[in-house]
C-alpha cells in the first residue's frame, strides 16, 4: 500500500492541491544546469483551463456522497448487529466519558502530527501553531475523501510542506518514514494488548486480526527492503507510470503536464525523494521520537476505545482495547471515508472475541467509538482548516 502511494503521489497532489485547497499555479524556474527544474509540485493543468467553479464542486461532491454511503452503511451495520438497541445504548452513554473518549481521539491524531514533525524536521525546522493547523487540514482530506486513506500519505506530504516552501518530494519522504514507523507501532502496540490477553485470559477466535498483524510487518519489510536495498525497481515502475503520462501529455500537447513528467524532470524529483529518506533515517533521534508519537497516537486510539465502552459499561479490558484498536485499522480495510464500515465491523468482532460481551453491545461500543475517533476528529479538522485559511490567507 505504500509503495502505490509514492507512485501515485504526484497526480493526487496535483488533484488535491487544484481541487480540495484551491491553490494557484506556480510557475517552473529555471536552475543552473538543468532547464526544468521544479519550484514546486503544484497543481498541474492543460493549457485551457477548466471552470473554477466546477473545480470546486467536484471534490465537494466526492466528499458528499462519500460521507452520504458511509451513513448509509452505518445504518446497514447497526440494522444487522442489534438495531433499536445499539442505538439506545448509545443514547444512554456516560457524556463525560463519551467527551474524554473525543478527547482521546483527537490527541491521537495530534500525536500522529507530532511524530510527522520530527520526521520532517531532519529536512527544516518547522512547527507551531502554523504547523498544526496544516496537519489537521491534511487530515481532514484524507478523512472525507473516497480512498483517502490509500492517498494519505500524498495529502498529508503536500499539506504540510506548502506553508513552509518545503520541497514536496522531500515532505513525501518524511511521510514515507512516518507511515513505516506508524505500521510496526501499530503492531507493536497490538501485539502487547494481545499477549496481555493471553498471558491474563483466554481468548476467542482471533486469527483474521492475528494475519492483519503479521501483514503489516511483512508489507513494512517489504517497503523498507524495496526503499533501502531495491531503489532500481521502485525507480523503473515511477519512470514506466510517468513515462506513460509524459507521452499521452506530449500526444495531446499539454505543455504543463509535459513539463511535469519530463523524464529528466522525474528523475531529479526522486533522486531527491532518496536523499532526503536517506537523511531522514540516518538521524536516529528525529527517528526515535517519529515512532514515540507513533505509538502515544495508537494508544490514544485504544484508550479511545476503552473510553467508549467504558461510558456503555461495557467490560472491556485495557488490553482488549489496545490490540482491538489498531488492530482494526489493519484489517477492517475500506474504500468510503475513514474506512466507514470495515472497520466498525473489524472493531465489534474483535471485542466479542476479546472481551466475550454480546454482538449488540460490541456493536453499541464500536459506533460509539467510531462517533469519537473518526466524526469528532473530522469536525476538528474542518475547523483547522478554515482556521487555517482565515490566520494565513494565500
Same mark, same amino acid.
Given at each position: 500500500?505504500?509503495?502505490?502511494?509514492?507512485?501515485?503521489?504526484?497526480?493526487?497532489?496535483?488533484?488535491?492541491?487544484?481541487? =480540495?485547497?484551491?491553490?494557484?499555479?506556480?510557475?517552473?524556474?529555471?536552475?543552473?544546469?538543468?532547464?526544468?527544474?521544479?519550484?514546486?509540485?503544484?497543481?498541474?493543468?492543460?493549457?485551457?483551463?477548466?471552470?473554477?467553479?466546477?473545480?470546486?464542486?467536484?471534490?465537494? =461532491?466526492?466528499?458528499?456522497? !462519500?460521507?452520504?454511503?458511509?451513513?448509509?452503511?452505518?445504518?446497514?451495520?447497526?440494522?444487522?448487529?442489534?438495531?433499536?438497541?445499539?442505538?439506545?445504548?448509545?443514547?444512554?452513554?456516560?457524556?463525560?466519558?463519551?467527551?474524554?473518549?473525543?478527547?482521546?481521539?483527537?490527541?491521537?491524531?495530534?500525536?500522529? +502530527?507530532?511524530?510527522?514533525?520530527?520526521?520532517?524536521?531532519?529536512?527544516?525546522?518547522? +512547527?507551531?501553531?502554523?504547523?498544526?493547523?496544516?496537519?489537521?487540514?491534511?487530515?481532514?482530506?484524507?478523512?472525507?475523501?473516497?480512498?483517502?486513506?490509500?492517498?494519505?500519505?500524498?495529502?498529508?506530504?503536500?499539506?504540510?510542506?506548502?506553508?513552509?516552501?518545503?520541497?514536496?518530494?522531500? *515532505?513525501?519522504? *518524511?511521510?514515507?518514514?512516518?507511515?513505516?514507523?506508524?505500521?510496526?507501532?501499530?503492531?507493536?502496540?497490538?501485539?502487547?494488548?494481545?499477549?496481555?490477553?493471553?498471558?491474563?485470559?483466554?481468548?476467542?477466535?482471533?486469527?483474521?486480526?492475528?494475519?492483519?498483524?503479521?501483514?503489516?510487518?511483512?508489507? *513494512?519489510?517489504?517497503?523498507?527492503?524495496?526503499?533501502?536495498?531495491?531503489?532500481?525497481?521502485?525507480?523503473?515502475?515511477?519512470?514506466?507510470?510517468?513515462?506513460?503520462?509524459?507521452?499521452?501529455?506530449?500526444?495531446?500537447?499539454?505543455?504543463?503536464?509535459?513539463?511535469?513528467?519530463?523524464?529528466?524532470?522525474?528523475?531529479?524529483?526522486?533522486?531527491?525523494?532518496?536523499?532526503?529518506?536517506?537523511?531522514?533515517?540516518?538521524?536516529?533521534?528525529?527517528?526515535?521520537?517519529? !515512532?514515540?508519537?507513533?505509538?502515544?497516537?495508537?494508544?490514544?486510539? !485504544?484508550?479511545?476505545?476503552?473510553?467508549?465502552?467504558?461510558?456503555?459499561?461495557?467490560?472491556?479490558?485495557?488490553?482488549?482495547?489496545?490490540?482491538?484498536?489498531?488492530?482494526?485499522?489493519?484489517?477492517?480495510?475500506?474504500?468510503?471515508?475513514?474506512?466507514?464500515?470495515?472497520?466498525?465491523?473489524?472493531?465489534?468482532? +474483535?471485542?466479542?472475541?476479546?472481551?466475550?460481551?454480546?454482538?449488540?453491545?460490541?456493536?453499541?461500543?464500536?459506533?460509539?467509538?467510531?462517533?469519537?475517533?473518526?466524526?469528532?476528529?473530522?469536525?476538528?479538522?474542518?475547523?483547522?482548516? !478554515?482556521?487555517? *485559511?482565515?490566520?494565513?490567507?494565500?
Amino acid at each position: 500500500m505504500t509503495t502505490m502511494r509514492v507512485i501515485s503521489c504526484e497526480l493526487v497532489v496535483g488533484w488535491w492541491s487544484k481541487s =480540495v485547497r484551491n491553490a494557484p499555479t506556480e510557475s517552473l524556474v529555471a536552475q543552473p544546469g538543468d532547464g526544468t527544474q521544479l519550484k514546486s509540485l503544484a497543481a498541474v493543468r492543460g493549457d485551457v483551463n477548466p471552470p473554477r467553479v466546477l473545480t470546486r464542486a467536484r471534490p465537494a =461532491v466526492r466528499a458528499v456522497v !462519500g460521507v452520504g454511503l458511509a451513513l448509509v452503511v452505518l445504518a446497514v451495520f447497526v440494522s444487522l448487529t442489534g438495531g433499536r438497541a445499539v442505538l439506545t445504548a448509545v443514547a444512554r452513554a456516560d457524556l463525560s466519558l463519551v467527551a474524554a473518549a473525543g478527547f482521546a481521539g483527537v490527541a491521537a491524531i495530534a500525536s500522529w +502530527g507530532e511524530s510527522l514533525r520530527h520526521a520532517v524536521r531532519t529536512t527544516k525546522v518547522i +512547527g507551531g501553531l502554523r504547523y498544526r493547523l496544516a496537519y489537521f487540514s491534511g487530515d481532514f482530506a484524507r478523512q472525507i475523501l473516497p480512498m483517502g486513506r490509500l492517498s494519505g500519505s500524498a495529502i498529508i506530504g503536500y499539506a504540510v510542506s506548502r506553508p513552509f516552501e518545503l520541497k514536496y518530494e522531500e *515532505a513525501l519522504a *518524511a511521510v514515507t518514514v512516518a507511515d513505516l514507523l506508524n505500521l510496526l507501532t501499530a503492531v507493536t502496540v497490538s501485539a502487547t494488548g494481545l499477549v496481555v490477553l493471553v498471558v491474563g485470559s483466554g481468548i476467542g477466535d482471533v486469527r483474521t486480526f492475528v494475519a492483519g498483524l503479521v501483514g503489516a510487518v511483512v508489507v *513494512a519489510a517489504g517497503v523498507l527492503a524495496l526503499v533501502t536495498r531495491r531503489r532500481d525497481v521502485l525507480e523503473r515502475v515511477v519512470g514506466g507510470v510517468f513515462g506513460v503520462g509524459y507521452r499521452l501529455a506530449t500526444r495531446l500537447g499539454i505543455s504543463t503536464l509535459e513539463r511535469h513528467l519530463h523524464p529528466e524532470s522525474v528523475s531529479r524529483r526522486v533522486e531527491s525523494y532518496f536523499r532526503t529518506l536517506d537523511e531522514v533515517g540516518q538521524d536516529r533521534k528525529r527517528v526515535a521520537l517519529t !515512532g514515540l508519537f507513533a505509538a502515544v497516537g495508537w494508544v490514544g486510539f !485504544g484508550s479511545s476505545l476503552a473510553l467508549a465502552a467504558a461510558a456503555l459499561g461495557a467490560d472491556v479490558p485495557v488490553a482488549a482495547a489496545l490490540f482491538v484498536a489498531p488492530a482494526s485499522g489493519l484489517v477492517g480495510w475500506s474504500p468510503l471515508p475513514g474506512g466507514t464500515g470495515g472497520i466498525e465491523v473489524a472493531v465489534t468482532a +474483535g471485542l466479542v472475541a476479546t472481551a466475550g460481551v454480546p454482538v449488540s453491545t460490541a456493536a453499541a461500543v464500536a459506533l460509539l467509538y467510531r462517533v469519537c475517533s473518526y466524526w469528532v476528529v473530522v469536525a476538528v479538522d474542518a475547523a483547522a482548516t !478554515g482556521l487555517l *485559511a482565515a490566520l494565513y490567507p494565500r
